[in-house]
T-cell receptor
Framework: DAGITQSPRHKVTETGTPVTLRCHQTENHRYMYWYRQDPGHGLRLIHYSYGVKDTDKGEVSDGYSVSRSKTEDFLLTLESATSSQTSVYFC???????????FGDGTRLSIL | QKEVEQNSGPLSVPEGAIASLNCTYSDRGSQSFFWYRQYSGKSPELIMSIYSNGDKEDGRFTAQLNKASQYVSLLIRDSQPSDSATYLCAVNRSGATNKLIFGTGTLLAVQP
């Protein structure tokens, strides 16, 4: 298994609170991604990183920010969580932009 | 029209049969195609990647790509109950090899 650890694995929080999810990898891969998975929508890319301090938006980036200060860590922040952000969040990594992506175990986030 | 379309299923096949999973995509510039398997409550796991027209075989799995017709398929030979899962098709956006578009998946049920 690819060395990817997501934390926390489960979180319940209230609307309006800030939330940060962490993805940690031990593969020294350059690319890291955040996806959300919702019924009827499949996996959708939120943000991705192509190196330390280098990030770009995906297709559903509104309401989310990311940071990558070290190769191994990629943080996803919901500045003010809304109920529409209740979802399962997956981190993925790849060595290059064309290599297959490998996924972490996911974080189940519920916003009440 | 969805960018990546899959029949949601369930596709039910008897144990030992061939399961055929299909995926169509709309972006003619897509160059990278992936099949992931996802068990209920788990993360997506890469099964196959294919980049050129034709067949690619790996054990019991065969991926088939036809860029002219814009479809990619996955054949699972000698299907086992352990193959019961949701199979996700992913295609890259043209001009962005690392930005994947996922279908919503086909649920496969292998009957013992």
């Amino acid at each position: 298994d690819a060395g990817i650890t997501q934390s926390p694995r489960h979180k319940v929080t209230e609307t309006g609170t800030p939330v940060t999810l962490r993805c940690h990898q031990t593969e020294n891969h350059r690319y890291m991604y955040w996806y959300r998975q919702d019924p009827g929508h499949g996996l959708r890319l939120i943000h991705y990183s192509y190196g330390v301090k280098d990030t770009d938006k995906g297709e559903v980036s509104d309401g989310y920010s990311v940071s990558r200060s070290k190769t191994e860590d990629f943080l996803l922040t919901l500045e003010s969580a809304t109920s529409s952000q209740t979802s399962v969040y997956f981190c993925a990594i790849s060595g290059t932009d064309s290599q297959p992506q490998h996924f972490g175990d996911g974080t189940r986030l519920s916003i009440l | 029209q969805k960018e990546v379309e899959q029949n949601s299923g369930p596709l039910s096949v008897p144990e030992g049969a061939i399961a055929s999973l299909n995926c169509t995509y709309s972006d003619r510039g897509s160059q990278s195609f992936f099949w992931y398997r996802q068990y209920s409550g788990k993360s997506p796991e890469l099964i196959m990647s294919i980049y050129s027209n034709g067949d690619k075989e790996d054990g019991r799995f065969t991926a088939q790509l036809n860029k002219a017709s814009q479809y990619v398929s996955l054949l699972i030979r000698d299907s086992q109950p352990s193959d019961s899962a949701t199979y996700l098709c992913a295609v890259n956006r043209s001009g962005a090899t690392n930005k994947l578009i996922f279908g919503t998946g086909t649920l496969l049920a292998v009957q013992p």
